[in-house]
């Protein structure tokens, strides 16, 4: 059971804008920035985003992190079928003292 | 740039101790602004923290509650590289692990390869 909780499975068609949910508490996403990385198959995460809606560079501006309370979202326009892959949120929880993710979502593009 | 580096054996016993190696190039173990990580990534568990070593002024070391008594995480400042042990493993383990970098700004923005490690007789 993650900490912080995601929507299983999400999907799109090419071109579609999709957003992704992070549900979380006051002591992690409340209280600290949210992480957001992307998983592709055989490869290290990658951080799509930081500081709740900062992007790394390289990062295309199709990615977009928001966050309001204690939940965050990733938003992804002009969804490309290279975007299917799994994407997890993570916060510092200052309860645990560590880092927190949720259970990943997996995204489809149909 | 700064670069994660991965080594250590893919397979361990259960019982035995799983031992990991993560060198850092481009940045230092004894960055004053940096927390250097291990997260391991499974089917049923998903991404886990585990810990993390980081120097301000002095060594401090941050464990997740879930393996807390089994596991421990130490700088190598002579070869500029961090380790990660877990004693007594089980099947449970079996996981990629990863190590990774909290920079300056706060993410977790820079990670290893990852090695895949199999706890079977």
């Known amino acids: 059971q993650s900490v912080l909780t995601q929507p299983p499975s999400a999907s799109g068609t090419s071109g579609q804008r999709v957003t992704i949910s992070c549900s979380g508490s006051s002591s992690n996403i409340g209280s600290n920035t949210v992480n957001w990385f992307q998983l592709l198959p055989g490869t290290a995460p990658k951080l799509l985003i930081y500081n709740n809606n900062q992007r790394p560079s390289g990062v295309p501006d199709r990615f977009s992190g928001s966050k309001s309370g204690t939940s965050a979202s990733l938003a992804i326009s002009g969804l490309q079928s290279e975007d299917e892959a799994d994407y997890y949120c993570a916060a510092w929880d200052a309860r645990l003292n560590g880092w927190v993710f949720g259970g990943g979502t997996k995204l489809t593009v149909l | 740039q700064v670069q994660l580096q991965q080594s250590g054996p893919g397979l361990v016993k259960p019982s035995q101790t799983l031992s990991l190696t993560c060198a850092i190039s481009?940045?230092?173990?004894?960055?004053?602004?940096?927390?250097w990580n291990w997260i391991r990534q499974s089917p049923s568990r998903g991404l886990e923290w585990l810990g993390r070593t980081y120097y301000r002024s002095k060594w401090y070391n941050n464990y997740a509650v879930s393996v807390k008594s089994r596991i421990s995480i130490n700088p190598d400042t002579s070869k500029n590289q961090f380790s990660l042990q877990l004693k007594s493993v089980t099947p449970e383990d079996t996981a990629v692990y990863y190590c990774?970098?909290?920079?300056?700004?706060?993410?977790?923005?820079?990670w290893g390869q990852g090695t895949k490690v199999t706890v079977s007789p």
């Open positions: 481009g940045d230092s173990v004894s960055s004053n602004s940096a927390a």
């Open positions: 990774a970098r909290v920079g300056a700004g706060g993410a977790l923005d820079i």
